[in-house]
């Protein structure tokens, strides 16, 4: 675990509040997954552009914010067809809620 990534990840507002909102996609982007066939799943998975919409900032940003919270480790991503969709990376997070328990 690169602790230091996450917490780089961590200490911008926007970045924070994008994974807040992914906590619970259903309730902060009504319309997810519009883009995906009805044969593709990506459970809880959120496209770029309506996460770029909520958040208010450019779409470059966003992708940007969206790459370094990937590598942290917090997100994960599937790519179909143009779109991209994010969801949290729950394994990790748990990872990081018991290293704050123990360690921190």
């Known amino acids: ?45 959120v496209c ?4 770029q919409e909520k958040a208010k900032i450019s779409q470059s940003t966003v992708s940007s914010y969206l790459n370094l919270m990937q590598k942290a480790g917090l997100l994960e991503s599937v790519r179909h067809g143009q779109w991209t ?9 748990q990872q990081l809620a018991l290293y704050f328990k123990s360690e921190i």
Request: aromatic share 12%.
């Open 1 to 45: 675990m690169k602790h230091i990534d996450v917490f780089k990840a961590l200490s911008n507002e926007t970045r924070l509040s994008i994974l807040e909102w992914l906590k619970e996609p259903e309730k902060h982007f009504p319309k997810q997954g519009a883009h995906l066939p009805k044969e593709v799943s990506y459970k809880g998975g």
């Open 48 to 51: 770029v552009g309506d996460i």
């Open 85 to 93: 969709y994010y969801r949290r990376n729950e394994a990790f997070i």
